[in-house]
Structures are given as C-alpha cells and as structure tokens.
C-alpha cells in the first residue's frame, strides 16, 4: 500500500513579516534623519565657534590699534609738551625720544655707573657749568621717561634761582615739604602740565644746597611725591626750607639713595 503525503500549501511558503520590514525601514529613516542633523547641528555650531572665534580675533587687532596710536599720539604730545618745558641747556631734548636719538642730540652721554635699575636704562652726561644730568629710559622701549638735572648752590642762591625758575615757567601750581625723600627731608616746588610736569627739589645740607630738576610725565611726578609723603607748604611756613640733619646726611652718604 502506498501511502500519499500531500504537502500542505503552507509548507511551500514563509510567515509574511510585513509589519516588521515596514518598523524596521521607519527604524532607518529616523535614523538617518536623526544622525544627519546631529552633523548638520555639529557642523553649523563649529562654523559659529569659527566666526566668534574670528570676531574675537578682529576686535583684538582693533583694540591693538587703538592702544597703539593712543600711545603714539600721547608720545607726540609728551615730546611737543616736555620740548617746551626744557631748559636752555638741553633745548631739543623731549621726553619719549629712542635712546638714539638722545645719542644723536647729546653725543656726550654715557651709562651711568653703578647696579641696573630693574626696567630702566639710565645715561649721564656732565654739563659744563658742573651740573649732572641722568636719562632714564624705559628699557622695553628704549624711550625716554624722566630726566635730572643735579646741581649744588649755596643757601643764598636758593631766592634767584627760583626766581629764575618762575620767570621761565611760572607760579608753581605746587609747594611741597617731603620729609621721605630718601632718607632726607626735601622741598619740592611743581610746575604741572596736562601731560609733563617739572619738579624743583631742594635738599638744604649743613654746606650747602643740592638741587634736582626733575622732568616726567605729570602721573610720574604725582606718584613721586606720594611715595616721599609729601604735603604742601602754605603761608609763612614756605620760607623755612626743611634742613637734613648731619645724620640723615651721614646715612645717606654711606649707601642709601635720594631719588625723587
């Protein structure tokens, strides 16, 4: 006997999975939607960092610029004012000159002797009437910063010598006694511009009088008189000078310093 099998017409076919075919295409479709505004999102916030970046960077170059011709305008207007204000043995000299031009104008100076001043470079020069003169020049710049005219004259050159002084520029805008200048106790007469101002400092010695002339920029010459405690002198108290004592002279003498 022979026995028959009939395939059954599921046998010859598979289970449909057009449900899950059609979950699985979305799958991909958010996927790929999804992945390619993650880089669309990526590449549009580095061109924003890219810009800013570049942003920064030109308010950098113009913030530059502005400091730079700041500078070189306050350096023009500093050597116009200070060229003004210096004395006749030093005429054409102005505060902000490159050490080559000072060379150029004063062929005679030379480094002053002694330890380095810390962000200074210092020149003298010795006058032919005995007077010291130091330049002190920025050392990054090699611009010229201050100058100091040393002098001695006797107590009783102190009247002429000032009046002289307020001939050529005028009623001091300032009468000072500094009682920390160094050691020494000093008066100090001001003349103040809007960018340069003169200091005439007297230190008046048991033999005699040394007088500094000392030119800056008006701020250089504030903050001087602020670290020598300065105060001003009014009425009868400005014709008594303050006088070193023979042992504030004594210990200056044997190392310490009178800077303005």
């Known amino acids: 006997m022979r026995f028959g099998i009939t395939p059954h017409p599921s046998w010859y076919s598979f289970p449909t999975v057009t449900g899950s075919r059609a979950t699985v295409s979305a799958a991909l479709v958010v996927l790929a939607l999804f992945g390619g505004g993650i880089w669309g999102y990526l590449a549009w916030d580095d061109h924003r960092?890219?810009?800013?970046?570049?942003?920064?960077?030109v308010e950098r170059e113009a913030a530059t610029r502005v400091r730079q011709e700041r500078a070189i305008a306050w350096v023009a207007a500093v050597q116009e004012e200070s060229k003004e204000k210096m004395p006749p043995m030093l005429a054409g000299l102005g505060l902000g000159m490159t050490l080559d031009e000072v060379r150029h104008l004063r062929p005679s100076v030379q480094p002053r002797p002694g330890p380095p001043e810390?962000?200074?470079?210092?020149?003298e020069e010795r006058l032919a009437n005995g007077a010291q003169v130091v330049y002190g020049f920025e050392a990054q710049s090699r611009r010229l910063l201050q100058i100091q005219i040393m002098s001695r004259m006797p107590v009783a050159g102190i009247a002429p010598h000032l009046a002289a002084m307020s001939e050529q520029y005028g009623r001091p805008t300032g009468i000072w006694d500094?009682?920390?200048?160094g050691g020494?106790?000093?008066?100090?007469?001001?003349w103040r511009g809007s960018e340069v101002a003169l200091a005439d400092i007297f230190l008046v010695l048991p033999g005699g009088v040394s007088v500094t002339l000392y030119i800056a920029a008006a701020d250089t010459i504030g903050e001087s008189l602020r670290i020598s405690a300065c105060h001003p002198v009014e009425g009868d108290a400005i014709a008594s000078f303050p006088v070193a004592s023979p042992e504030q002279v004594q210990a200056v003498q044997a190392g310490a310093t009178t800077a303005p």
Do not use: H
Request: charged share 25%.
């Open 49 to 57: 960092q890219a810009e800013a970046a570049e942003q920064r960077r």
């Open 118 to 123: 810390p962000g200074k470079i210092l020149l």
């Open 178 to 181: 500094c009682p920390q200048t």
């Open 184 to 190: 020494v106790p000093t008066r100090r007469f001001t």
